[in-house]
RNA sequence: GGCCCCAUCGUCUAGCGGCUAGGACACAGGAUUCUCAUUCCUGUAACCGGAGUUCGAUUCUCCGUGGGGUCACCA
């Protein structure tokens, strides 16, 4: 463990998740959200919600809204955030600026903060030198003699306090060192007053009394900054918290909202569940050490063990988030899922007078049997593969034809006698089993395929669908009756 | 270019000196089944390379290779 770090483990947890409100969130932050929030909860700390605000060049109007919603759908519920001040006060960063010139005033007051005496243009020229002779740039090698006063027009630099090379300990990584290349006069307050990442984080995570920092590996080359700046300010170490990175399916580079990530509220929008994404999440870059692959929130709060958070990058495996969600949509309740059924349906199906909840109730689990996500019932219902449930179907009559059978007339005198075993029988047609039991001894008598094929070709006007006795307890025993005898007209209308 | 990080089946991963290298998804085959789907069973498939340490390396060390990150008045 490093020098100055302080041990966290008797002070309550408090974890962030900062983001800049620059758009949407995609899967990585997500997940880093995520990890931050399952780490405060398994040790029943606070997670807090602070807007990095901080650059309004790049500031997307209505991001902050939109990375509240996406973290309520997923169930990621902050303890403190843009609208819940803490004692600290305000999340937003934009709102605590006096906080930052404060610690800013006490680090020129220490000589170990000073104003920028270049011109961008200068810094540039000093930038561009160094890239032409091939070196690292390094503005500390410029630093005036003389320290001016800050009238804070100018970007105020830090002092480098001690340049060294400094080692420090990660969760994840163990222990990390750089060397002195990494270390720079970075700027503490823009030009324009506001406060630069580097800087505000570490006052705030201060400030916010946060003992754990996960963030983006990204992050690791500049730790070395962030260390001196805490060093300047004479404060403590908190826990840093690596998380690998999200990569592109190519594993070309980091994911990102250039490479086609998708906005988080996306896969809300085709049909995924946040129990299922929360869960897909937190096995994409951590394990349980466990074999454990389906976890409900609660589980994965007790489970939740930071040193098991994954070193390599990871490629999300879309085909595992599809599976997922099946199991996740299983584990619904009914109303649920009838209601998730009934939304996936196009309009031009449930604007039929058939469509009624009833019908609904009976198609819902045959359905859900099938697909993965909403977006599939939606294609699913497109091609009609649900028609058979609200339409009479048309069809070509060789379709009733058992591969087996030298002619479709075969069929007739068998589907005769199905229709008269249904209407001479009091069968309750909302019971698959009964209807089944009824059926079956002549079924068996002829052949299955004999008798079951065109039966259930006959309900559903399709070569696959699933099974006649499930389509009569969704169609009901009129609708049976008539499609069976309909059937039958067809096979004569064509012989005569 | 400097600095830094990473490396097990196609993908997500287990492994913390000795295992037939395990699981999941996907894929293939089979069973059930009139068809589709579900379910169940089985199978194909991985330790980046080279030295070193050791009786013994996927595991530890070093050197490569490959990939990634970072060198902003962006976060």
Not at 333 to 357: G, I, M, Q, W
Not at 475 to 495: F, M, P, V, Y
């Amino acid at each position: 463990m490093a020098p100055n770090s302080t041990d966290t483990s008797l002070r309550p947890v408090v974890t962030r998740f900062a983001p800049s409100p620059t758009g949407f969130m995609h899967i990585g932050g997500v997940r880093t959200a995520l990890f931050a929030y399952l780490y405060a909860k398994r040790h029943r700390g606070t997670f807090i919600l602070r807007i990095e605000d901080t650059d309004k060049e790049r500031e997307v109007p209505g991001s902050i809204a939109h990375i509240q919603e996406s973290l309520a759908w997923l169930g990621i519920t902050p303890d403190f955030g843009p609208d819940t001040p803490g004692p600290w006060g305000s999340n937003i960063q934009s709102e605590r600026l006096s906080i930052y010139k404060r610690y800013a005033e006490e680090l020129i007051a220490k000589g170990l903060a000073y104003p920028d005496p270049y011109t961008a243009a200068e810094v540039e020229a000093f930038r561009a030198q160094a890239t032409a002779e091939k070196r690292p740039f390094l503005i500390r090698n410029h630093r005036p003699a003389t320290f001016e006063v800050w009238d804070g027009t100018k970007p105020l630099r830090l002092k480098v306090p001690e340049v060294k090379r400094y080692t420090w300990h990660d969760v994840v990584r163990g222990e990390l060192t750089a060397g002195e290349e990494a270390l720079d006069d970075v700027v503490l307050i823009k030009a324009d007053g506001y406060p630069t990442y580097n800087f505000a984080h570490i006052v705030d995570d201060h400030e916010m009394g946060v003992t754990h920092i996960m963030r983006a590996d990204e992050f690791i080359s500049s730790l070395p900054k962030f260390l001196s700046i805490y060093d300047a300010l004479g404060l403590p170490y908190p826990e840093f918290v690596t998380m690998p990175p999200i990569l592109r399916d190519d594993r070309s580079k980091k994911l990102g909202k250039r490479d086609g990530a998708k906005d988080i509220l996306d896969y809300r929008t085709e049909g995924y569940l946040p129990e299922a994404m929360m869960n897909f999440l937190a096995l994409t870059g951590w394990n349980p050490g466990t074999e454990q692959e389906l976890f409900t929130h609660d589980e994965l709060v007790a489970a939740f063990d930071a040193t098991k958070i994954q070193r390599a990058g990871a490629v999300v495996n879309e085909d595992k988030l599809l599976w997922m969600n099946k199991y996740h949509l299983g584990k619904k309740d009914e109303a649920f899922k009838h209601e998730y059924v009934k939304n996936a349906l196009p309009e031009a199906l449930r604007s039929l007078p058939t469509c009624t909840e009833e019908i609904l109730t009976a198609l819902t689990p045959v359905v859900l049997e099938r697909i993965h996500t909403k977006v599939e019932i939606s294609d699913a219902a497109r091609e009609g593969e649900y028609d058979f449930a609200f339409i009479t179907p048309e069809y070509d009559t060789a379709l009733l034809q058992w591969k087996k059978d030298p002619s479709v007339l075969e069929a007739l005198p068998r589907l005769k006698r199905v229709f008269e075993i249904l209407s001479a029988a009091n069968v309750d047609f909302s019971n698959a089993e009964a209807l089944k039991e009824l059926l079956m001894p002549y079924a068996e008598e002829v052949g299955k395929g004999e008798v079951l094929w065109p039966l259930r070709v006959a309900l559903s006007g399709r070569a696959q669908s699933p099974d006649p006795f499930t389509i009569m307890t969704i169609i009901g025993g009129g609708e049976t009756l008539k499609r069976l005898s309909n059937a039958c007209g067809k096979i004569q209308g064509d012989a005569s």
